[in-house]
């Protein structure tokens, strides 16, 4: 009996170490399965943070790449003025395509002057060297800049010029006022006039105001450069060191004018239909905008004569940019007589008619004549201001023995 008890047990016990068997293999199984979806889910985990913090870093270039910065300190050897005790001097800065085809009106302007009361710097084609060779005059010998660039009408590459005649004259502590000038410009009065006329006066000449008219102003600018900031005005400007400094300086508001204010294409006859999408792009002329808007943006217009100090004569006629539009009038010889020069030299104001403004011209509280320097002048023009003694005592049949440089 207790064998075949015993017999009949065995299997029992058997099943009972089978049963046990089977339920630590269940329970490892479930371990290893458990650790494998911990394993798993941290996996997960990992991989969601990585891909966040990924997308974080690239949602941040985008931006970098598409707001501007501000401007960190950069190193230059531009020395401090602000305890300049020197006699000051205005910087002629001009902006020449090539050579300077009225130097020889100039060289009487600076014969006239103290040469301790100004400077000369020139931005003309790169590799451009004013000597005996290719300018009349010794002032301009070497004046030219050693880094000047390519320039196109109505491109960024204009106000980029400018930036750089202004940042190589405030290198010189003894520069006070900073006035830009073409290649086509004459002086209304001598130097001495000019010189005190310029000092005498604690503002910048700007000419600045409202832009109404749509097709110049890009929605794509805001919020760097809002709508009620956006301004236009004279490229010809004379500014005080604080605000040269401003524009040669800026950071912020050039990347944006570089990016979305440009000069839409000319009309081309090949393009048919394609033209009307062309033409209804925005017409933004940089040269025209840049400084009144930046100085406008850094709330500097109260600080200004919102004019400009120099005559442009505008008619109205039709080019191959546009059907019909304002382009700056030539003097030549038959129109550069006294009485048209004093016509110039009586205007007492100006209106802006977008503003509904008039500007009376004054000078540190005093009423002044507006213009001290006019354009464009051609040779013939120039050589009239000349014999008429505009400019100061000048010996006219000089030239005509002269070569052209």
């Given at each position: 009996?207790?064998?075949?008890?015993?017999?009949?047990?065995?299997?029992?016990?058997?099943?009972l170490l089978a049963g046990?068997?089977?339920?630590?293999?269940?329970?490892?199984?479930?371990?290893?399965?458990?650790?494998?979806?911990?394993?798993?889910?941290?996996?997960?985990?990992?991989?969601?943070?990585?891909?966040?913090?990924?997308?974080?870093?690239?949602?941040?270039?985008?931006?970098?790449?598409?707001?501007?910065?501000?401007?960190?300190?950069?190193?230059?050897?531009?020395?401090?003025?602000?305890?300049?005790?020197?006699?000051?001097?205005?910087?002629?800065?001009?902006?020449?395509?090539?050579?300077?085809?009225?130097?020889?009106?100039?060289?009487?302007?600076?014969?006239?002057?103290?040469?301790?009361?100004?400077?000369?710097?020139?931005?003309?084609?790169?590799?451009?060297?004013?000597?005996?060779?290719?300018?009349?005059?010794?002032?301009?010998?070497?004046?030219?800049?050693?880094?000047?660039?390519?320039?196109?009408?109505?491109?960024?590459?204009?106000?980029?010029?400018?930036?750089?005649?202004?940042?190589?004259?405030?290198?010189?502590?003894?520069?006070?006022?900073?006035?830009?000038?073409?290649?086509?410009?004459?002086?209304?009065?001598?130097?001495?006039?000019?010189?005190?006329?310029?000092?005498?006066?604690?503002?910048?000449?700007?000419?600045?105001?409202?832009?109404?008219?749509?097709?110049?102003?890009?929605?794509?600018?805001?919020?760097?450069?809002?709508?009620?900031?956006?301004?236009?005005?004279?490229?010809?400007?004379?500014?005080?060191?604080?605000?040269?400094?401003?524009?040669?300086?800026?950071?912020?508001?050039?990347?944006?004018?570089?990016?979305?204010?440009?000069?839409?294409?000319?009309?081309?006859?090949?393009?048919?239909?394609?033209?009307?999408?062309?033409?209804?792009?925005?017409?933004?002329?940089?040269?025209?905008?840049?400084?009144?808007?930046?100085?406008?943006?850094?709330?500097?217009?109260?600080?200004?004569?919102?004019?400009?100090?120099t005559y442009t004569s505008?008619?109205?006629?039709?080019?191959?940019?546009?059907?019909?539009?304002?382009?700056p009038f030539t003097f030549?010889?038959?129109?550069?007589?006294?009485?048209?020069?004093?016509?110039?030299?009586?205007?007492?104001?100006?209106?802006?008619?977008?503003?509904?403004?008039?500007?009376?011209?004054?000078?540190?509280?005093?009423?002044?004549?507006?213009?001290?320097?006019?354009?464009?002048?051609?040779?013939?023009?120039?050589?009239?201001?000349?014999?008429?003694?505009?400019?100061?005592?000048?010996?006219?049949?000089?030239?005509?023995?002269?070569?052209?440089?």
């Amino acid at each position: 009996m207790n064998r075949t008890a015993g017999n009949s047990v065995r299997p029992a016990r058997t099943d009972l170490l089978a049963g046990s068997s089977c339920r630590n293999v269940l329970e490892s199984h479930t371990t290893a399965m458990t650790k494998k979806h911990r394993t798993s889910r941290r996996s997960v985990w990992k991989l969601l943070i990585i891909v966040t913090i990924g997308v974080c870093i690239i949602g941040l270039l985008i931006i970098t790449k598409l707001t501007p910065q501000l401007p960190s300190p950069a190193p230059t050897r531009r020395i401090s003025s602000q305890f300049y005790t020197g006699n000051p001097k205005i910087a002629f800065l001009f902006l020449a395509r090539r050579h300077l085809p009225l130097d020889f009106l100039w060289q009487a302007f600076f014969e006239n002057a103290v040469l301790a009361n100004f400077s000369i710097y020139i931005h003309s084609d790169p590799g451009f060297v004013f000597d005996e060779s290719s300018t009349r005059s010794a002032f301009f010998y070497n004046r030219q800049l050693s880094n000047s660039i390519k320039v196109g009408w109505g491109e960024s590459s204009m106000i980029q010029a400018e930036r750089l005649l202004l940042g190589a004259a405030l290198e010189d502590p003894a520069n006070r006022r900073f006035i830009l000038l073409s290649d086509s410009c004459v002086p209304l009065y001598n130097f001495s006039y000019i010189y005190e006329y310029l000092m005498a006066s604690p503002k910048s000449f700007v000419d600045s105001f409202l832009d109404k008219k749509e097709g110049r102003y890009n929605p794509k600018m805001s919020p760097v450069i809002p709508k009620s900031k956006w301004r236009k005005g004279s490229q010809w400007i004379a500014l005080v060191r604080e605000h040269a400094e401003v524009v040669a300086d800026d950071e912020i508001i050039l990347p944006v004018f570089r990016k979305f204010c440009k000069r839409r294409p000319p009309v081309d006859v090949g393009k048919g239909r394609l033209n009307s999408k062309i033409q209804k792009q925005h017409n933004c002329i940089p040269d025209e905008h840049y400084v009144q808007t930046l100085l406008a943006m850094s709330d500097l217009e109260g600080e200004l004569e919102r004019r400009t100090v120099t005559y442009t004569s505008w008619n109205q006629s039709a080019t191959k940019m546009e059907t019909k539009g304002w382009h700056p009038f030539t003097f030549s010889y038959a129109n550069a007589g006294p009485e048209q020069m004093q016509k110039i030299k009586d205007i007492n104001h100006v209106y802006y008619e977008t503003e509904f403004r008039t500007e009376w011209c004054s000078n540190n509280s005093t009423s002044v004549t507006c213009f001290l320097f006019a354009r464009k002048f051609s040779k013939g023009a120039a050589m009239r201001l000349l014999s008429d003694g505009v400019v100061g005592h000048f010996d006219v049949s000089t030239l005509l023995s002269n070569s052209e440089p």
